[in-house]
């Protein structure tokens, strides 16, 4: 029988700043930030009004989901699964469950057009690409 993931609500800042951290390191954000940075941005979704959700199992927490509650659809601000559990089915399983916790049909996020994997992953839980977002480049020196 395959493991369940667990799916609930977290204000433990200090976790999410962790895995929010290893998220942007995971998509070679082209913003990155500083430890403390991490945190207080998480703190600023939190207090905004945004849901944080972590995935279990058992005890340990493999992943977290940011999401901003105040649009219509729901906006999936981060999706994170720990790098040892990836591709294993927990990312599709806590992804489901999420949806459900939330009684949400749709959901808007944004993925890096360079990370292939996200792509990926998005796309085979049925999402299909909407816009461009685009933005200039500062010329080089």
């Known amino acids: 029988m395959p493991v369940e993931i667990e799916v609930r609500p ?3 800042v200090k976790l999410l700043a962790r ?3 290893e998220l942007a390191e995971d998509e070679r954000s082209d913003t990155p930030l500083k430890d403390d940075q991490y945190r207080q941005c998480m ?3 939190l207090k905004r009004g945004d849901c ?3 995935f279990s199992l058992g005890n340990m927490v493999v992943g977290y989901a940011l999401v901003a509650v105040d649009r219509h659809p729901y906006y999936l601000r981060h999706f994170f699964i720990v790098r040892s559990k990836r591709r294993k089915g927990y990312g599709t399983q806590a ?6 916790i939330l009684n949400a049909d749709t959901i808007d996020l944004d993925v890096y057009v360079w990370n292939v994997r996200g792509l990926a992953f998005w796309a085979s839980l049925g ?3 909407r816009a461009h977002l685009m933005r200039l480049k500062p010329p080089t020196l």
């Not at 992804?95 to 459900?100: D, N």
């Open 52 to 54: 944080a959700y972590v």
């Open 95 to 100: 992804f489901h469950k999420l949806m459900k």
């Open 43 to 45: 703190e600023g979704f």
């Open 127 to 129: 999402f299909c690409q």
């Open 19 to 21: 895995m929010y951290r």
């Open 10 to 12: 977290c204000s433990n």
